[in-house]
């Protein structure tokens, strides 16, 4: 089974900065999109960034300009460099994958366990 596993999360101050990194694991022949998506408390969750597998992104509007998804495709990695940190980017941020394709399985969405980011003074 496809497994997401993230790092990179923590506690920042604001206008500071954070990456965090995803890998998929096991064997995968293709991964169409891989993304981001964030959970603060009492909130829905949300897309943060995406990028497909031929480098188009897609970003949630408060993050323009300050976050930078980028892929792997060899490697089935994904990361989001965040710059500029507020307070209100303060969830926990899922990994996700969309249509991924292994042996003898495909896999239309399969998310990873979390890792929690807290900007804060």
């Known amino acids: 089974q496809v497994q997401l596993v993230e790092s990179g999360g923590g506690l920042v101050q604001p206008g500071g900065s954070l990456k965090l990194s995803c890998a998929a694991s096991?064997?995968?022949?293709?991964?169409?999109?891989m993304g981001w998506y964030r959970q603060a408390p009492g909130k829905q969750r949300e897309l943060v960034a995406s990028?497909?597998?031929?480098?188009?992104?897609n970003y949630a509007d408060s993050v323009k300009g300050r976050f930078t998804i980028s892929r792997d495709n060899a490697k089935n990695t994904v990361t989001l460099q965040m710059n500029s940190l507020k307070p209100a980017d303060t969830a926990v941020y899922y990994c996700?994958?969309?249509?991924?394709?292994?042996?003898?399985?495909?896999?239309?969405?399969?998310w990873g366990q979390g890792t929690q980011v807290t900007v804060a003074s």
């Open positions: 096991g064997t995968i022949f293709s991964i169409d999109v």
């Open positions: 996700n994958a969309e249509r991924v394709r292994a042996p003898a399985r495909y896999d239309y969405n399969v």
């Open positions: 990028i497909g597998r031929g480098g188009g992104r």
